[in-house]
């Protein structure tokens, strides 16, 4: 079975590099133009990984993590976002909604180059078990 991502992400470079990466790999990549299209997605077949551009303005990416997080069909899915490094309360904000991981651009760029963003395919932590 192809592995598959989604990503909410505006920013042509990136959306560039993602697809261009995932092409290599063999793993299909799909950009919906908004968030409704990203939910129906998500809901309809769920991804090996979602990842969201945390400065997106269309995708509202905190509201969409607490939207994957709170709908059964998709709270077990593997989402890291990307930001800039010094954001730090948005990276914070980011994990209390529910994001993964959380990586730099630069980082988020560099891993997609060395094939480390394989490594994010792997199943999300089980976010049902106690401490």
Known sequence: MTRRILAAVEDLLFKSKISETASQLGIDAAFPRNPRKLLEALRESP????????????????????????????????????????????????????????????????????????EWLSPAPDRHRGP
């Open 47 to 118: 991804p090996d990984l979602l990842v969201i551009d945390l400065n997106s303005a269309r995708f509202e990416p905190l509201a969409l993590l607490r939207s994957v997080r709170s709908d059964e069909a998709t709270r077990d899915v593997s989402t890291v976002g990307f930001l800039s490094h010094v954001q730090k309360d948005l990276a914070v904000a980011a994990r209390e909604a529910g994001c993964d991981r959380v990586v730099a651009r630069s980082a988020f760029t560099k891993d997609l180059q060395t094939g480390k963003w394989l």
